[in-house]
């Protein structure tokens, strides 16, 4: 009996492993479109809005869901209460929240690279940069979703294959 | 006088009896059925672990019989030994019995395989150490037939 | 007997689920890994049976040759 109930344990916990890095998969492609919304509304209220860096953070963090909000906001928080550099600012709160999402190394330069080009050009300049760093996350977003399609059903019934061999040789 | 063999034919059975011979024989087509199915799934997608399943259970089966065959192979000691037939005659016989066995369950298993020309020269090994073993007794058999014929 | 059964069902079950690991890992692409997990799986079931054999083997000397 008691064979039985570490079985099915062993089982679930596999399977729940093998579901957990295929969610990371999934989830992938979808926190890189929030980012590039996030990007054009960005560009949209700096251009059209013309409202200061904090601001039109804060009002991102408001229309996002985690864990982009949590980003925006803890950036306009830091402009608007320390006394960092906007790349600082930037580069501190991408790093604080870089290990919940699911994004990787690649699209954490690019958003350093944006990183370091806010606030200091004008305007005509600011939107080119937006556009570029536009244009290299859907690069990156396309690699995510082939990468999503080929691992995301792989990954889960390996996580399931491998909890029963494991059962199976412990048996 | 059959009234006294009778009883010890009586004897016989009742230590021997553990749940009936019927019994068990239930138990080793039970065994090879399952395992005969369980081959069927796995031979369409891993041939190879299907002959491995095989073969064990083969070897499972007959690790079964074997006790059964000791018990005839005694028997048939104490005759001989009652007819005072000389001990090395019915250890040979044994030995090419066991020899015998070995081979043909070697040449099946490698036959199942695929490989027949391992099979024949399994075969040829079985029938070569067989005669070699054999070879004494043929020659006393062949001294003791010169010694009949005066010459 | 029923260890042995076990051990049966054992090896059928290791069998089917490394021919199933070995068609999904196949369909992803990674063929060598499906090859080694398919070679270590029958290394694994040939040492039971190896050392049922020698089981047996010995249980043959013993009853046919007495050595």
Not at chain 1, 60 to 73: D, G, I, M, N, V
Not at chain 1, 125 to 130: A, R, V
Not at chain 2, 127 to 149: F, G, S
Not at chain 3, 45 to 63: C, G, N, T, Y
């Amino acid at each position: 009996m008691i064979k039985l109930i570490g079985a099915v344990f062993i089982i679930v916990a596999t399977t729940w492993i093998g579901f957990e890095i295929s969610r990371r998969f999934s989830e992938r492609p979808r926190q890189l479109r929030a980012l590039r919304t996030a990007l054009q509304s960005l560009e949209a209220e700096i251009m059209y809005g013309h409202t200061p860096l904090h601001e039109a953070a804060r009002r991102l963090a408001e229309q996002l869901s985690k864990p982009l909000s949590t980003f925006f906001e803890s950036f306009s928080k830091k402009l608007t209460d320390t006394e960092t550099t906007v790349k600082e600012a930037w580069e501190t709160s991408l790093r604080e929240i870089w290990n919940s999402t699911a994004l990787k190394q690649g699209e954490f330069e690019v958003m350093k690279q944006f990183g370091e080009t806010l606030g200091r050009h004008d305007r005509i300049s600011q939107q080119k940069h937006i556009m570029l760093t536009l244009t290299h996350l859907e690069r990156e977003e396309a690699d995510a979703i082939q990468a999503q399609v080929t691992y995301e059903k792989m990954v889960k019934s390996l996580g399931f294959l491998s909890g029963l061999l494991l059962i199976i040789l412990l048996f | 006088m059959w009234m006294t063999s009778s009883k010890k034919l009586n004897q016989y059975f009742y230590i021997n009896r553990r749940g009936g011979p019927k019994i068990e024989i239930i138990k080793i087509v039970g065994i090879a059925l399952v395992a005969t199915f369980l081959a069927l799934i796995v031979k369409e997608q891993k041939p190879n672990f299907a002959f491995l399943l095989i073969v064990f259970v083969g070897c499972v089966i007959f690790l079964f019989l074997v006790d059964k065959i000791y018990e005839i192979i005694h028997m048939l000691e104490k005759l001989a030994v009652n007819a005072k037939v000389n001990m090395v005659y019915i250890e040979t016989i044994l030995k090419i019995i066991g020899i015998a066995y070995i081979a043909e369950f070697a040449t099946q298993i490698t036959k199942d395989a695929g490989q027949g020309a391992l099979s024949s020269k399994i075969e040829l090994a079985g029938k070569i150490i067989i005669l070699a073993m054999a070879i004494p007794i043929l020659t006393v058999l062949i001294e003791t037939i010169i010694k009949l014929i005066p010459s | 007997m029923g260890l042995e059964v076990d051990i049966i069902f054992k090896i059928a079950g290791v069998g089917i689920v490394v021919a199933f690991l070995h068609t999904v890992l196949d369909q992803v692409g990674k063929k060598e890994y499906a090859q080694w997990v398919t070679l270590f799986g029958f290394i694994y079931i040939l040492f039971q049976v190896a050392s049922i054999v020698d089981d047996l083997f010995q249980k043959i000397k013993s009853v046919f040759l007495y050595q």
